[in-house]
């Protein structure tokens, strides 16, 4: 589970990052990322519209994102709060998918580095 201080609850938080943030699209999901204070934890939000599905839909959806955000928690930059918005699709989407969507886009948006290549 994401501890209280990895999680935005505020309306102006969410309005914050989505108004200021930088964002990067997928076929799935929009990662939006706002700097905050450097020396903060790394704080995320999920929004899942009606449009996902019904509620047990968006509520997997919830839980798969929280699940891949746990995975990559402790190599996330420091000072950033994180909204990952759903796109159509996802509902039908496996764990495995929206967990390298997940991944890559954090990758993509330099809140977490690259994976060492294997020689």
Known sequence: MLGAANRLKDRADFSAVRERGQRWRSDLLILNA?????DDPARFG????????KAVVRNRVKRRLRAAIRRHVADITRGYDVVLI??????????AAIAET????????RLISDPPEVS
């Open 102 to 109: 997940v991944a890559g886009l954090l990758r993509q948006s």
């Open 86 to 95: 759903a796109r159509p699709g996802i509902g039908e989407a496996s764990f």
């Open 46 to 53: 999920f929004v899942v519209s009606r449009r996902i599905g």
């Open 34 to 38: 706002l700097r905050r204070a450097p």
